[in-house]
């Protein structure tokens, strides 16, 4: 009785076949990830805009404290204050102290920076400033943080 097997070279082709198909998966995983990454962070600068928006909105409609967690556990609040400016850095700080999303590329650190002092974009960050009136958002998404992959938002507090 003759037993059939696999010859040498046809279990060579499968495993060149195999090692093909895995090389490309692994670069298509790669760039899919990368997409990922982008698109989560476009989305965190969006909702963190919405949230700052709506958290502000509370002032102006009679609340006397907004923002009211603290991403490290426990209360956090912020007084609605007296003055636009005052709602602008209360809202900065809020932001940074309440907002508790993750930088897509270094998952052990949050994603919202507060800075009082000149502004900036670098990846994987939200940056909330304030000046005046006014609250700021950038984000950035690549490295160099160019115009055509960073985004800006400014809220603008009565």
């Given at each position: 009785?003759?037993?059939?097997?696999?010859?040498?070279?046809?279990?060579?082709?499968?495993?060149?076949?195999?090692?093909?198909?895995?090389?490309?998966?692994?670069?298509?995983?790669?760039?899919?990830?990368?997409?990922?990454?982008?698109?989560?962070?476009?989305?965190?600068?969006?909702?963190?805009?919405?949230?700052?928006?709506?958290?502000?909105?509370?002032?102006?409609?009679?609340?006397?404290?907004?923002?009211?967690?603290?991403?490290?556990?426990?209360?956090y609040k912020v007084q609605c204050g007296t003055t636009p400016e005052w709602r602008a850095a209360s809202a900065r700080n809020g932001?940074?102290?309440?907002?508790?999303?993750?930088?897509?590329?270094?998952?052990?650190?949050?994603?919202i920076w507060e800075v009082t002092t000149k502004p900036y974009f670098e990846k994987g960050k939200v940056i909330v400033s304030s000046?005046?009136?006014?609250?700021?958002?950038?984000?950035?998404?690549?490295?160099?943080?160019?115009?055509?992959?960073?985004?800006?938002?400014?809220?603008?507090?009565?």
């Amino acid at each position: 009785m003759k037993q059939k097997s696999f010859t040498l070279i046809e279990l060579l082709v499968v495993v060149a076949i195999i090692g093909i198909l895995a090389a490309v998966g692994v670069n298509t995983f790669s760039g899919f990830q990368e997409k990922t990454k982008i698109a989560v962070m476009k989305t965190h600068h969006d909702n963190v805009v919405k949230i700052i928006t709506s958290e502000l909105m509370k002032c102006q409609l009679g609340e006397t404290h907004f923002f009211s967690t603290s991403k490290y556990g426990g209360n956090y609040k912020v007084q609605c204050g007296t003055t636009p400016e005052w709602r602008a850095a209360s809202a900065r700080n809020g932001a940074y102290n309440s907002i508790a999303f993750k930088n897509p590329w270094k998952t052990s650190e949050f994603t919202i920076w507060e800075v009082t002092t000149k502004p900036y974009f670098e990846k994987g960050k939200v940056i909330v400033s304030s000046s005046g009136n006014e609250v700021s958002v950038r984000s950035c998404w690549a490295d160099g943080c160019d115009s055509s992959n960073r985004k800006l938002d400014i809220i603008v507090t009565d």
